[in-house]
């Protein structure tokens, strides 16, 4: 091409405007929401009423206000229906607002700006399914940057039978029993989420087959207030980033097998803040499958009975933990508690309460050191406790709460040394649940002398 011609090409599209940006396609419908029923514009959507059923593959874009009423996807057809929430406001008075019986898969997109809500009825006429505000017998995704509040009268709040995944979006469930539910797998990449419960769990899967029964947290902020367990999964919860604040819970996090790697959390529970059990074995009994294992991040866990508790091994291998267990209780109740093997190999834990350590077997004096003094008597809440070998703090930590043990493990600390143990004088810098980065004995009590290393005096 000659230098003109490429020159008049180049003005030509000077004065077009910059490089066009393929347009979004459009929705296969857009149905608008009119109080009573329904508007369509598009195809594979019947209207009867407020009874709006979708029958297709396709994106189907939703707004509008149905007072009393339903959407429902029954597509046969293999292909994603994707339902795009736009201002959207369900209401049904006798089952639930949004709900899947048939489709290969369902992509729920909060749109940009917007704000949407479902509500369910307190009673349902049905039986059986559905039984959530937003149910889907089909893999679920919920994506988007708009905000979706769900209110479950009658049960739960989001479910999905098959894997549920959140990837985005301001979503808020309130709920008479379970807010949000996977059954087979949870998975929440990002979002902010906040859930209430005043009857059952917050955030779980509960399917108890091999390789099911899966919550995984990656990203995302999560605050959860519940009657009962906070954040479960039956067989397994992986956390590996975002943000989780459990309020108000039974048991905080639990699992079977519980592994913490990143993230910034901070749990309360009325009975055991962080829990690896498994059902059906007798008490005391110590199981070769449950595990808690922390790798990264930072885990606040304050519990009315144990910080942390596992049936099984314990296992601190690097982040920050700081855990508190009963200021009432000692015993076989802990800030740290495990039927199994309790082992430390890196990171920074605290553990105070009553009782610091409350294992079965001896905590071992190889990998990372610990140490853990008792107080001749109980230290009071708010209370400044420094670990110091001869004028230098190894780790300052202002309680909670009461209790008469502590223990520490740390990079700083070797099995075997002697420590003493003040209380007092000041904190300073940064802290990750009263654990602070810096401290000063000056002005502080030695309450304790020579405590050993890696040994543990029940």
């Known amino acids: 091409m000659r230098r003109s011609a490429v020159a008049a090409s180049l003005a030509a599209a000077l004065l077009a405007?910059?490089?066009?940006?393929?347009?979004?396609?459009?929705?296969?419908?857009?149905?608008?929401?009119?109080?009573?029923?329904?508007?369509?514009?598009?195809?594979?959507?019947?209207?009867?009423?407020?009874?709006?059923?979708?029958?297709?593959?396709?994106s189907y874009q939703i707004s509008g206000t149905l007072n009393n009423g339903y959407v429902r996807v029954d597509s046969t057809a293999t292909g994603?229906?994707?339902?795009?929430?736009?201002?959207?406001?369900?209401?049904?008075?006798?089952?639930?607002?949004?709900?899947?019986?048939?489709?290969?898969?369902?992509?729920?997109?909060?749109?940009?700006g917007t704000s949407n809500t479902l509500t369910d009825a307190t009673r349902y006429t049905n039986t059986g399914e559905p039984d959530a505000a937003l149910f889907s017998a089909a893999d679920l995704t919920i994506a988007g940057t708009g905000a979706l509040a769900v209110r479950a009268n009658y049960a739960d709040g989001i479910v999905s039978k098959d894997d549920l995944i959140i990837r985005s979006g301001t979503i808020t469930v309130n709920a008479v029993d379970d807010a949000i539910r996977g059954k087979d797998s949870l998975t929440i990449n990002g979002g902010t989420i906040n859930v209430n419960s005043t009857g059952g769990d917050g955030i779980k899967s509960n399917e108890t087959d091999a390789g099911k029964g899966v919550v995984t947290i990656t990203n995302g902020t999560i605050t959860v207030s519940v009657a009962d367990d906070g954040v479960k999964g039956e067989n397994a919860l992986n956390i590996s980033g975002g943000t989780i604040n459990v309020t108000r819970s039974y048991e905080a996090l639990e699992a079977l097998q519980l592994?913490?790697?990143?993230?910034?959390?901070?749990?309360?529970a009325s009975d055991d803040a962080v829990n690896a059990a498994e059902d059906g074995l007798p008490e005391m009994t110590p199981s070769t499958k449950a595990f808690i294992t922390v790798t990264g991040g930072s885990i606040v866990a304050t519990g009315g009975t144990d910080g942390f508790d596992s049936n099984g091994s314990l296992n601190f291998a690097g982040g920050t933990v700081v855990a508190s267990s009963s200021h009432s209780r000692g015993g076989g109740e802990g800030a740290i508690d495990a039927d199994g093997p309790i082992n430390f190999t890196g990171g920074t834990v605290v553990g105070a309460g009553m009782t610091s350590l409350a294992v079965f077997r001896t905590v071992p004096n190889t990998g990372q050191g610990w140490v853990a003094p008792r107080f001749t008597a109980n230290y009071a809440a708010n209370t400044i406790v420094h670990v110091v070998s001869g004028s230098t703090v190894l780790a300052s930590y202002r309680t909670s709460r009461s209790g008469r043990e502590i223990v520490v493990?740390?990079?700083?600390?070797?099995?075997?040394?002697?420590?003493?143990?003040?209380?007092?004088?000041?904190?300073?810098?940064?802290?990750?649940?009263?654990?602070?980065?810096?401290?000063?004995?000056?002005?502080?009590?030695?309450?304790?002398?020579?405590?050993?290393?890696?040994?543990?005096?029940?």
């Open 17 to 58: 405007g910059p490089l066009a940006v393929a347009a979004a396609a459009a929705p296969t419908a857009t149905i608008t929401l009119t109080g009573s029923s329904a508007s369509v514009s598009g195809s594979n959507v019947t209207v009867a009423g407020g009874a709006i059923t979708i029958t297709a593959p396709g």
């Open 80 to 112: 994603t229906v994707e339902i795009i929430l736009s201002g959207a406001s369900i209401t049904n008075a006798s089952s639930s607002a949004l709900y899947v019986t048939n489709a290969s898969s369902v992509l729920l997109t909060l749109a940009p």
């Open 259 to 268: 592994t913490i790697s990143g993230g910034s959390h901070t749990v309360v």
């Open 409 to 458: 493990s740390s990079n700083r600390i070797t099995n075997g040394q002697q420590y003493d143990i003040y209380t007092g004088g000041s904190v300073s810098g940064s802290n990750i649940g009263g654990l602070y980065t810096g401290g000063s004995i000056s002005g502080a009590t030695r309450v304790l002398t020579g405590v050993t290393a890696g040994q543990y005096r029940r």
